[in-house]
């Protein structure tokens, strides 16, 4: 099977595709993260943006029957293209696409209807009422979330409609096309071209000619005040839907002179900023973008007291609401134009109002509602030296594989440039893999900048789990600095190695809880020895589990190793797993096999994995002339199967945390002798012995050794007490999903940057 993800794939749609101007920014965002974005209207102008956009022929009115064409059509596109999520707008064009989005959703497909202003509304013609309310109110039953862009809408339908209801303060308004201001120069040279003077007075209303938009008011307003005040002028930028009704006003008004008909313009915002107010007549609104254009034009506003846009204008403060008369508009009208100090304080609470309503939130909350319905997974950065077969990696993989990544994805953090042994599953099962310098202390600086800059571009992560001992530390510290408010620290040893960078490691380690909100140890000795015995109190113990039904003692796979290495079923096996390094004490191992073979000369010795200290191994084994006796194999991914092959196992360690290795020994059924720095709780099958490094001598551990070799032990049944005991991946797996989730929910970071 391919492990390639499935392009996920969205559709907007609106009977009119001049609708694109406020889907275009999500839009563009949704293509910017990876998606494939389609989109359905009328077709009737170009759509931008996109990856495939399809005719399909909409009509406004409830009543043609050209929507079931689009219906037919639509329900077409939808079952062939598989689409994640589908969000619609516009009445009628919201209506075909959930009914024919129905079969869809049932199979998965998530439903987004945003309400640009329901067509009833208080004060609205009862027919309205008759036709809409009850279409909109069963459509209800089809959609997974419902936004309204006023609060009007938001508390009707959260109260009456059968869905999810959130309110989103209009589709946004991205600032920067306000950016730069005009200057003074650019707003005369704009004025010109329009037939204005320096001092004349300019009102603007955007918006497509209709009956709904009113415009009619307008040039009645206009009209009395003309009749003092020649110099005040009014543009109208807007299709004309009307066929010339309006021009035909004016010219019967006698106003012609002072109305500007733009037509449909893209330089609204140079237009605003070259105007001095902007007025708005409609009957009916959701939440105007062009009253917030204006308030981020910085412009006083006269509106009429309809719904939406009295959620925009505070009547004193930033504006004028009036009714719908044209004396009380004309009137508000005068009193900015002869009140200098008026206009400029209504600009400026204008323009403060406005941040309430920038596209950056609008993006947020969309994504939001988007990332919940497609259940993005929970991202957990681990950060580790590398992913490498050793004791802890190993175990983090256990856990990997063993958690729901649908839920929970496991991304990585490593401190070397070379390719990690786990590093193509890591990839295959949808982990990501960023690098970081190893740390040097004489180049600390440099690797804090480089750990703080990534934490800032990389937001994504609300937990941090560290598993770099006391080096763990420092990249929590620049988590810290970042704002990410779970940030772990995880302790996989008791003890340090002997050497120079001891003393080092031992400040670095007392850092950790100045950094870290949780404390994490593969035992209690573990957490002490690295936090302290106050931050292991409320630490938590991860046991390192494993998936014991991969250990199960199995016949034919230990014929089948042993096969492999050439041995023979007198050949009594001793094995050992683990890097070749100090702690894990490979001298003793062979020390206390050299005495073994004295006792039994068809002893065999099975060293599994790579290290530092490889090569001193080696001649060490040659020294001693036990070479055809010694069996090195190197780095293995079949560990599961080769300690099928042993007969005990073998790990006098210098110190440990709590070691996998262990765990699996057991599991496989396998007696074990351990030097006493292994905790005793280790002991879970009863075939475990604990020896000291100082009072046991290499002769006496080699004579523990050969107890085991008679003893009758049923391996088959040992994978079972290890689960018993805590050991179950499944289980350990379970516990550590928890403890994201449930951290994850109180990530105040997360909240703040949905």
């Given amino acids: ?95 075909v696409t959930r009914l024919a989005a129905k079969k869809a959703r049932k199979n998965g497909t998530k439903i987004i209807y945003t309400a640009h202003g329901f067509h009833f509304f208080k004060g609205a013609p009862l027919l309205n009422w008759l036709i809409y309310y009850p279409v909109e109110r069963l459509m209800a039953h089809h959609t997974d979330t419902l936004i309204t862009i006023n609060k009007e809408d938001y508390n009707r339908a959260k109260r009456q409609f059968k869905t999810n209801v959130t309110y989103m303060p209009g589709v946004g308004v991205d600032p920067k096309r306000f950016k730069p201001k005009l200057t003074t120069k650019q707003k005369l040279e704009l004025r ?49 839907n009307l066929n010339g009704y309006h021009k035909k006003l004016a010219d019967k008004l006698g106003v012609a002179k002072n109305v500007h008909f733009l037509g449909y313009r893209s ?65 508000c009208v005068k009193k900015i134009i002869e009140n200098r100090s008026l206009r400029e304080s209504l600009s400026k609470e204008s323009f403060k109002s406005a941040c309430n309503y920038e596209l950056s939130y609008a993006q947020n909350k969309t994504l939001k509602i988007y990332g919940k319905f497609m259940q993005e997974p929970l991202r957990i950065l681990h950060v580790v030296t590398s992913m490498n077969r050793a004791g802890l990696e190993t175990m983090l993989m256990n856990y ?36 970081l310098p190893s740390i040097s202390f004489a180049h600390l600086i440099e690797y804090n900048k480089r750990a703080c800059d990534f934490f800032v571009n990389h937001p994504e992560y609300s937990i941090v789990h560290s598993h770099l001992d006391s080096l763990s530390a420092l990249p929590l510290a620049a988590a810290k600095k970042a704002n990410i408010s779970t940030r772990i620290a995880h302790s996989h040893t008791s ?22 909100t949780d404390f994490f140890g593969c035992s209690n000795e573990a957490m002490e020895f690295m936090f302290g015995k106050q931050a292991a109190k409320n630490g938590i113990v991860i046991n390192n589990a494993i998936d014991t039904s991969k250990f199960t003692f199995n016949k034919k796979i230990r014929k089948k190793i042993r096969k492999e290495f050439s041995l023979s079923d007198s050949n009594f096996v001793v094995g050992h797993v683990g890097r070749f390094n100090y702690p894990k004490n490979h ?81 496989s059924g396998l007696p074990c002798v351990f030097s006493d720095v292994v905790t005793t709780s280790l002991d879970v099958t009863g075939n475990c012995t604990f020896l000291s490094l100082s009072h046991n001598t290499s002769k006496e551990w080699s004579k523990e050794i050969l107890q085991w070799r008679n ?34 929910y109180n990530d105040k970071r997360r909240q703040e940057n949905p």
């Fill in 267 to 331: 330089d609204i915002p140079q237009l605003l900023q070259m105007s001095d107010l902007s007025v708005s007549a409609s009957h009916r609104e959701g939440l105007p973008v062009h009253l917030i254009e204006a308030m981020f034009a910085g412009l006083p506003i006269v509106t009429t007291k309809c719904r939406g846009a009295t959620e925009l204008v505070e009547d004193g403060v930033n504006g004028f609401v009036v009714g719908f008369n044209e004396d009380e508009f004309a009137r």
């Fill in 192 to 240: 010109k071209s329009l037939s204005l003077k320096k001092d004349d007075f300019v009102m603007i209303y955007p918006a497509e000619l209709n009956k709904n938009k009113n415009q009619t008011l307008l040039l009645h307003v206009l009209y009395e005040i003309n009749k003092e005040d020649k110099s005040v002028h009014l543009l109208l930028a807007g299709k004309d």
């Fill in 1 to 95: 099977m391919s492990n390639q993800k499935k392009t996920k794939k969205i559709l907007f749609t609106s009977h009119v595709a001049s609708f694109q101007k406020f889907n275009r920014p999500f839009m563009r965002m949704m293509r910017e993260d990876g998606w494939e974005v389609h989109y359905a209207s009328m077709g009737e102008e170009e759509i931008l943006d996109c990856d495939k956009s399809f005719v399909v022929p909409f009509t406004r009115s409830p009543f043609k029957l050209s929507n079931i064409t689009a219906y037919k059509q639509l329900k077409k596109i939808i079952n062939q293209e598989n689409y994640d999520i589908i969000h619609t707008h516009t009445p009628m064009g919201s209506v």
């Fill in 495 to 516: 003890n340090f190695d002997s050497g120079l960078k001891k003393p080092i490691r031992n400040m670095t380690k007392r850092l950790i809880p100045k950094y870290a």
């Fill in 587 to 667: 001298e003793f191992i062979i020390s206390i096999f050299n005495e073994l073979l004295k006792e039994e000369p068809s002893a065999k010795l099975l060293l599994v994995g790579d290290g530092e200290n490889k090569a001193i191994i080696e001649r060490q084994v040659s020294d001693l002339g036990i070479s055809k006796s010694v069996i090195m194999t190197g780095v293995r991914n079949d560990i599961h199967d080769i300690m099928q092959a042993m007969d005990v196992f073998l790990m006098p360690s210098r110190y440990e945390g709590l070691p996998v290795v262990s765990i699996e020994a057991q599991a």
């Fill in 711 to 744: 003893k009758s032990i049923k391996r088959n049944d040992c994978s079972n007490k290890v689960g018993k005991a805590g050991f179950s991946v499944k289980t350990e797996a379970e516990n550590i999903f928890n403890f994201y989730k449930n951290h994850n």
């Fill in 400 to 435: 990997y594989r063993a958690i729901d990544r649908s839920k929970i994805q496991f991304d990585f953090l490593v401190h070397r440039d070379k390719e990690g042994d786990y590093d193509n599953e890591i990839r295959s099962m949808g982990g990501r893999i960023y690098h």
